[in-house]
């Protein structure tokens, strides 16, 4: 009987025939096992329209457009969805909720075959997703924004696909608009490092109409009212309420949704005659200072509650780098340059959990990237394999974790409860 090396990358065992299809069929199979997985918790436990996720109730028409700043992919995406796909109003929520978890899956798992080689790690990756489970989170336009930065960094790495590539990152810019930022950033990777002439116009102009056409519909219907928005100060506002309740004496024993309801009387109160977050910043700037370090700090516990024990990780990959075992990939360069992504976020509110869905797998997939060079070292190899050694059981203990953690999870769910709000 023939062996199959799952540690090795595809095509390199005796058969190259034999050992393609073993590949192919453990790597879609964990895939399918882990969609299946998410479809069911969600089909389990429906989840009810709420907050955020209003948005899959918009209509589109003659005479409504999306709102620049609700995220007009979002929007349109499931308004093509709705015309497409027969439902009814009682299931859409769960329609839309499995649209986005397989769309989320499935391009981080393209982005994976491209960054990864062996096959152990491309079966392990979906099932890091799943256990996350982020892929189940209530808030699609996370995992509609997580799809669209994996497709943007694939393309990147595809290096011959520079019009697709430039779209995709046109489509990320209007998932929702703090995307805006890291697509702009990662268009000018692309743009600098094509090489013809024609192709580097090329990719200019699909961007650039990526950007603008989308935009012309509301600016038809509205004019340049479209433009305006409050919508950063009301997300100010409330950020601000809820970030200082807590610290207030009065507030002990007072429901945290009310400084989300009533964010208009505490903003009113402590920054007078302010009507923007550039007025804030401008005129009472060590309040605003107050509220970027509680934002900062804010930031990083979540940042802590969405990876747990994969943060133990950073440390092993930092160490593994001073002293030259391996070298940062551009998979890895690109991911962190998506990171820019959560400056918007500081600014104006603070980075939640569920606003780390887009950023996870990337982070999955640079902790199992650097795994596999670690175990590919050959000298100095009792180093790189404790390195290798120490992570492979991080990630060991986070799946065991994850699967005991689901155990109170799905009590949760069958009581009601929302996934991850407010966070």
């Known amino acids: 009987m023939q062996q199959v090396d799952l540690c090795s990358p595809p095509g390199m065992g005796a058969d190259h025939r034999y050992s393609s299809i073993t590949w192919q069929l453990w790597i879609w199979l964990a895939l399918a096992l882990a969609v299946a997985f998410s479809a069911a918790l969600i089909l389990a436990h429906p989840q009810p329209v709420r907050w955020d996720q209003v948005?899959?109730?918009?209509?589109?028409?003659?005479?409504?457009?999306?709102?620049?700043?609700?995220?007009?992919?979002?929007?349109?995406?499931v308004a093509l969805y709705k015309a497409l796909v027969p439902h009814d109003s009682a299931g859409l929520n769960v329609h839309i909720r499995?649209?986005?978890?397989?769309?989320?899956?499935?391009?981080?798992?393209?982005?994976?075959?491209?960054?990864?080689s062996r096959v152990v790690a491309l079966c392990v990756f979906p099932l890091l997703l799943t256990a996350s489970l982020f892929p189940v989170l209530w808030l699609s336009t996370e995992l509609f924004a997580g799809a669209a930065l994996a497709l943007s960094i694939r393309g990147l790495l595809a290096d011959r696909a520079e019009l697709w590539?430039?779209?995709?990152?046109?489509?990320?810019?209007?998932?929702?608009?703090?995307?805006?930022?890291?697509?702009?950033?990662l268009v000018t990777v692309l743009i600098w490092r094509t090489s013809s002439r024609g192709r580097r116009l090329g990719s200019m102009g699909v961007y650039a109409a990526g950007l603008l056409l989308p935009v012309i519909p509301g600016l038809v219907i509205e004019g340049t009212?479209?433009?305006?928005?409050?919508?950063?100060?009301?997300?100010?506002?409330?950020?601000?309420?809820?970030?200082?309740?807590?610290?207030?004496f009065a507030a002990q024993g007072v429901d945290p949704l009310l400084a989300w309801q009533q964010w208009r009387k505490v903003i009113a109160a402590?920054?007078?005659?302010?009507?923007?977050?550039?007025?804030?910043?401008?005129?009472?700037?060590?309040k605003y200072l107050d509220f970027l370090a509680l934002s900062v700090v804010m930031g990083m516990c979540n940042v802590l509650r969405a990876l747990r024990w994969l943060v133990l990780f950073v440390p092993i990959a930092t160490y593994a780098v001073r002293r030259r075992l391996v070298s940062i990939s551009r998979a890895d360069r690109y991911a962190a340059l998506t990171m820019v992504g959560l400056v918007p976020m500081v600014l104006l509110s603070y980075p939640h959990v569920r606003y780390l869905a887009r950023y996870f797998p990337l982070f999955v997939l640079t902790t199992l990237s650097?795994?596999?060079?670690?175990?590919?070292?050959?000298?100095?190899?009792?180093?790189?394999?404790?390195?290798?050694l120490a992570g492979s059981a991080i990630v060991s203990v986070y799946l065991a974790h994850q699967s005991w953690s689901f155990v109170f999870l799905?009590?949760?769910?069958?009581d009601g409860q929302l996934f991850w709000f407010p966070d």
Not at 225 to 248: D, I, K, M, P
Not at 374 to 386: H, Q, S, V
């Open 98 to 116: 499995l649209l986005a978890m397989a769309l989320y899956m499935l391009a981080t798992f393209l982005l994976a075959r491209r960054a990864l």
């Open 225 to 248: 009212r479209y433009l305006r928005s409050q919508r950063a100060f009301v997300s100010f506002g409330q950020h601000y309420s809820a970030l200082f309740l807590r610290h207030q």
């Open 165 to 185: 590539t430039a779209a995709t990152m046109a489509l990320l810019a209007h998932i929702k608009p703090d995307l805006v930022l890291p697509s702009l950033c």
């Open 270 to 286: 402590t920054f007078p005659g302010a009507t923007s977050v550039w007025q804030v910043a401008w005129r009472f700037p060590h």
């Open 410 to 414: 799905w009590s949760g769910l069958r």
């Open 55 to 77: 948005f899959i109730q918009s209509t589109v028409d003659a005479d409504n457009y999306p709102a620049l700043t609700s995220g007009i992919a979002s929007v349109l995406l």
């Open 370 to 388: 650097f795994l596999e060079r670690l175990w590919a070292i050959k000298a100095p190899k009792n180093t790189a394999r404790a390195c290798y």
